[in-house]
């Protein structure tokens, strides 16, 4: 999730996003195509989000960008200047894993990643006496000779590309 937080100033007063323009300015809070969007929260969706300030060469120490006006192709700054009198900072948000839980799908990775034959790539125990699922065949990729197993139907086994 990525969303904007947008300010204005006056000619000599401090920026906040009261000072916003209807109609000609972004919204307070938007995404990265300039719709608007609520504020980040700790649960989206169902979802336990992260939520951080991207802070880089292109931002000041606070995450803001600076500049003249919200006008396509304005041209950004990291510094502020007097005629800065718009700025914006990017929250970027996170899926939260719980420790138990970031720890377990840890192990289970590099289970499945050194072929250790505990789980196969769908997290499913070998059968120990088999040395592999019950179910399952061995894949005709480059990882067969390393005693990888599917128990076949493909995909990525629920892990979510960020």
């Known amino acids: 999730q990525r969303r904007f937080e947008n300010e204005r100033r006056p000619m000599f007063g401090r920026f906040t996003s009261q ?12 995404t990265a195509e300039g719709h608007r969007s609520e504020p980040p929260g700790q649960v989206e969706d ?4 992260v939520w951080r ?3 880089n060469v292109l931002t000041d120490s606070d995450g803001w960008q600076y500049a003249r ?3 396509s ?8 200047n007097p005629q800065s009198f718009v ?7 996170r899926p939260f894993l719980p420790a138990a839980a970031a720890h377990a799908a840890a192990a289970h990775a590099a289970a499945v990643a050194d072929g250790d034959g505990a789980f196969d790539a769908g997290g499913i125990a070998k059968d ?6 019950p179910d399952a065949a061995p894949l005709s990729n480059a990882n067969s000779d390393r005693g990888a197993w599917s128990t076949g139907g493909g995909g990525s086994h629920g892990v979510a590309a960020m």
């Open 19 to 30: 000072r916003l323009r209807r109609f000609w300015d972004p919204p307070a809070w938007c």
């Open 46 to 49: 169902g979802v336990q989000y």
């Open 53 to 55: 300030v991207q802070v």
């Open 69 to 71: 006006s919200f006008a």
């Open 73 to 80: 192709g304005v041209k950004w700054s990291s510094a502020f």
């Open 87 to 93: 700025r914006r900072r990017l929250h970027v948000g």
């Open 128 to 133: 120990a006496s088999r040395g592999a699922h």
